[in-house]
């Protein structure tokens, strides 16, 4: 096979000014170059950097192409040197492959179906209704991030699991800094290490005293407290940081696109629409990396066994050969089928969770408030950094009509 690729030489570390929105314009040429990339990364691995659509769905439906921590030796923006990097914590099961993966996922599977979380559909409503309330009491301003995006998921699934609402501080600020981009290694792993000692507790207290959540429902099975607590790591920071960084980015893009905000504010039957597009459209879970357990035949190259590979979820969203137009939001889209939710054995387990959430909670602020609006210059809104493993904003102000 012919090993003629583009190359692209570092991860683009911002977005272009003007457009939040948009992957990164190094990452957006590389996929008009082709759908595989040459990636050298900083200590020398030179590895592939998959942007297309096509690619990277076969990817992450491939058991060739592995997850495990361990292997994950390589870092696009930091040589590590010779550190060796230890397997994933008993239960983190995201950053592991079969049979070690279902033994985690397995049985939670049931307690996040599409049955399940439409019942709790009309909580999510009282949640939202309770925040919304607290808005405009507070109003005619807000910090849309920390009056609503936020602390609705939060709610959510502080109850799903159990966790009582009133240590959410405890961990949503350590989950904004080990996956928010913007601290040091020292600070990051203080901020991981005091999470973990937070469930730990947890688990600890739910063996005493269970209660009516997904945590306490697994203590009847043979899993470990060690499993318990890895298992509810991935679940609280999952189930909180991604849905809220989609709340307030959604609400962004929105403002940012009146004829689209009209639409959906004409026509509540588009909410469902809405929703799948701007996943699409915004892709806050912007890449993920797998590594070649084996040579494999890919896209008519070969990636070599021990090859890292960095699958580009936000430019597989944006890909022409997949969806017209791409760059547009376009609430009347028709062709789902995006991968912002991921793929395969890894897809995302409460994504019908986020899809609740969303279809309620942004409905639910446009009706609200008609009048909506930025209360800054869109450029002054401050967004998460590209090293963020979860893209969004950090603050977005908002004002209405009192």
């Known amino acids: 096979m012919t090993e003629s690729l583009h190359t692209v030489t570092t991860m683009p570390t911002e977005r272009q000014p003007g457009c939040p929105f948009d992957p990164p314009?190094?990452?957006?040429?590389?996929?008009?170059?082709?759908?595989?990339?040459?990636?050298?990364f900083p200590d020398g691995h030179q590895g592939r950097l998959i942007t297309g659509y096509d690619l990277v769905r076969s990817v992450l439906a491939d058991p060739r192409f592995s997850s495990r921590k361990e292997l994950m030796r390589h870092h696009p923006t930091i040589d590590y040197g010779d550190i060796e990097v230890p397997p994933?914590?008993?239960?983190?099961?995201l950053l592991m492959d079969e049979p070690q993966h279902s033994r985690y996922r397995k049985p939670l599977v049931g307690k996040f179906t599409v049955r399940r979380m439409r019942l709790l559909t009309e909580r999510v409503e009282q949640v939202t209704a309770e925040h919304?309330?607290?808005?405009?009491?507070?109003?005619?301003?807000a910090d849309l991030v920390t009056a609503f995006a936020k602390p609705i998921p939060a709610v959510i699934i502080c109850e799903l699991l159990g966790v009582p609402y009133e240590?959410?501080?405890?961990?949503?600020?350590?989950?904004?800094?080990?996956l928010g981009g913007e601290v040091g290694d020292e600070e990051l792993i203080a901020a991981y290490i005091a999470t973990q000692q937070y469930l730990a507790e947890l688990v600890v207290a739910k063996r005493a005293n269970p209660t009516?959540?997904?945590?306490?429902?697994?203590?009847d099975s043979d899993l470990t407290d060690e499993e318990l607590q890895g298992m509810a790591l991935i679940l609280l920071s999952a189930g909180f940081d991604t849905t809220a960084n989609m709340l307030a980015l959604g609400t962004f893009a929105l403002l940012q696109n009146p004829g689209q905000l009209?639409?959906?504010?004409?026509?509540?039957?588009?909410?469902?629409?809405a929703v799948e597009e701007l996943l699409r459209y915004l892709?806050?879970?912007?890449?993920?990396?797998?590594v070649a357990l084996e040579d494999i035949e890919l896209g008519g190259h070969t990636i070599k066994a021990g090859t890292t590979v960095i699958l580009s979820l936000n430019t597989a969203n944006r890909d022409p050969d997949r969806f017209p137009n791409p760059h547009v939001l376009d609430l009347n889209r028709q062709d789902g089928?995006?991968?912002?939710f991921s793929h395969g054995i890894h897809q995302c387990l409460g994504q019908q969770l986020a899809r609740v959430e969303m279809r309620v909670a942004l409905p639910a602020l446009l009706n609200r408030f008609p009048t909506l609006r930025l209360a800054v210059p869109a450029d002054e809104v401050t967004l998460r950094p590209e090293t963020a493993d979860i893209y969004g904003v950090k603050s977005l102000p908002v004002t209405w009509d009192a």
């Open 25 to 40: 314009k190094d990452l957006i040429e590389a996929r008009e170059q082709s759908p595989i990339s040459r990636f050298p």
């Open 88 to 93: 994933a914590p008993p239960g983190e099961f």
């Open 132 to 141: 919304l309330d607290a808005m405009e009491k507070a109003g005619p301003t």
């Open 167 to 178: 240590d959410r501080g405890r961990f949503q600020e350590n989950i904004d800094k080990f």
């Open 212 to 219: 009516d959540d997904v945590l306490s429902d697994l203590l």
């Open 262 to 273: 009209a639409a959906l504010r004409a026509d509540p039957a588009l909410t469902d629409q």
């Open 283 to 290: 892709s806050v879970a912007k890449q993920f990396h797998r």
């Open 337 to 340: 089928g995006h991968l912002a």
